[in-house]
C-alpha cells in the first residue's frame, strides 16, 4: 500500500526564496531514491509564505529510509533557520 505524505510549511517573513528553493531542490534527489514515487512543493498562490509539500512512496519503509538520506539532514537543518513555526506532517494511506 503506498504512503502519502502532505507537509505544511510557513516561512518566516522574507525567507519566502530560501523555503521554496530549498523544497525544490529536494525534489530531484528524492525521486531517485528507491521507493519515491512523486515528490511535489506546491505554492499557496495567495500567501508565497505557505507551502505544500505532497510526497508518494512505496510505503513506510521507503519514508523512514529517505530521513536518513544526506539531502533530508541538509534540508531539514535549513527548515530549521526559516520557518515561522513548525512544519505539519500528516501521512496518508488509501482506505
Given amino acids: 500500500m ?53 510526497e508518494e512512496w512505496t510505503g513506510s519503509d521507503a519514508l523512514d529510509e529517505h530521513f536518513t538520506t544526506p539531502h533530508f539532514f541538509h534540508v531539514r537543518d535549513v527548515l530549521a533557520e526559516i520557518l515561522a513555526e513548525p512544519m505539519v506532517i500528516k501521512r496518508l494511506v488509501t482506505t
Fill in 2 to 54: 503506498n504512503l502519502h505524505v502532505v507537509a505544511e510549511f510557513r516561512a518566516a517573513a522574507g525567507l519566502e526564496d530560501r523555503l521554496r528553493t530549498a523544497l525544490e531542490a529536494m525534489i530531484e534527489p528524492s525521486l531517485a531514491e528507491p521507493g519515491c514515487l512523486g515528490y511535489q512543493p506546491y505554492t499557496d498562490p495567495n500567501d508565497a509564505g505557505r507551502m505544500v509539500l505532497v
